[in-house]
């Protein structure tokens, strides 16, 4: 089965159904943080700083997480 087979039927279950089939998906994932850069205190504060500032300047326009959601499906 495809996850395009199975998401459209998953998204059906009540929220608390999702959310345990949610949970027990991420915790088979092996150390699902092992791949990532581990950043500082200090680093990710500057970053949302950073981030902030591109916003305010309109150099990026920011997007709903409903709007984020629907072009990662896509």
Aim: proline share 5%; net charge negative.
């Amino acid at each position: 089965m495809s996850i395009d087979q199975i998401a459209p039927e998953a998204l059906k279950l009540p929220a608390r159904d999702r959310a345990l089939l949610a949970a027990s998906l991420w915790e088979s994932i092996d150390d699902p943080y092992a791949a990532s850069i581990h950043v500082s205190d200090d680093e990710a504060v500057a970053l949302a700083i950073a981030r902030e500032e591109e916003i305010d300047s309109g150099l990026v326009s920011p997007i709903s997480h409903s709007d984020l959601m629907l072009r990662l499906r896509q």
